[in-house]
């Protein structure tokens, strides 16, 4: 079966999309081909495939996400950008709209041009001081889980991260990704804040296991901790990544998260179709 695709990327986070409403290719199937195109050098190379389905309820369209690896991730914020321009340039939503993903309706919006913002899903659970101990350190970290099930995403403070190599940082992330404190794995953040008030984050993905040039749902989880802790005011924060910027919207109300938004760049970079001669279902 030759496959139709569209690569896209959002500040350096990549995926592969889809329109599964022609092929109706199951879970399964879409396991095994997320695995095998996912992987770089051997095929087409990509952090992630997203599939576009059709859906039941008062929604656009439906989001599943693969990651790399093949397991299903419950949501990608960058990945989410993108499928919202893709289902906009595609025609098969305006420039404002409403999907399902794994983890709850996410509403999108084509601002201008390029320039895409997702309203993510919100936090369902919250631990801003959680010590964990590696290698008898103990390390003090922020706990989110975005949506239901949740996406679970740890944040740590790390000085000196702009001059600091991945390798560095490989053991302990892994340590903490695993870690028996976290149940169902996480993504960690390290971040810093700068003289400027940005903040620079680095994140290790679960799923793809690797360092990864953007995590737009890791990055709106250091800015909400930061927000949530007081240690950022202003309920816009810039987080630098090193696939560029992402802008974190932080709307509260009587104490509670009611609105986190996602805001940054998207990038077209080819359509094809899928010849992989090494691919078997």
Do not use: W
């Amino acid at each position: 079966m030759n496959i139709q695709f569209t690569k896209m990327q959002g500040l350096g986070n990549d995926f592969i999309i889809i329109d599964n409403r022609q092929y109706n290719l199951s879970s399964q199937q879409l396991q095994v081909l997320a695995k095998k195109i996912c992987a770089r050098r051997l095929s087409i190379g990509s952090d992630g495939l997203m599939a576009l389905e059709n859906t039941d309820d008062h929604t656009d369209f439906r989001m599943i996400f693969f990651n790399s690896d093949g397991s299903i991730g419950e949501m990608c914020g960058n990945g989410a950008r993108c499928i919202a321009r893709y289902a906009y340039i595609k025609g098969i939503a305006g420039e404002r709209m409403t999907f399902d993903t794994t983890a709850g309706i996410v509403t999108g919006e084509v601002i201008k041009d390029r320039m895409v913002g997702v309203l993510l899903n919100l936090p369902e659970i919250i631990e801003l001081d959680k010590k964990v101990s590696v290698n008898q350190t103990d390390y003090r970290v922020s706990y989110i889980e975005l949506g239901n099930p949740g996406l679970p995403h740890v944040s740590l403070e790390y000085k000196g991260l702009k001059d600091t190599d991945n390798k560095s940082l490989t053991g302990i992330a892994t340590a903490l990704r695993y870690h028996d404190a976290f149940p169902k794995g996480a993504n960690i953040n390290f971040y810093e804040i700068e003289e400027d008030l940005t903040v620079t984050a680095r994140t290790y993905e679960r799923g793809v296991e690797d360092f990864t040039l953007a995590c737009g749902t890791g990055s709106a989880c250091v800015a909400l901790s930061l927000y949530l802790r007081k240690e950022m005011e202003g309920d816009l924060i810039r987080v630098n990544v090193p696939g560029g910027s992402l802008d974190i919207a932080i709307r509260m109300n009587k104490g509670n998260v009611t609105q986190l938004q996602l805001i940054g760049d998207t990038n077209i970079i080819a359509e094809g179709i899928v010849l992989d001669e090494d691919l078997v279902y």
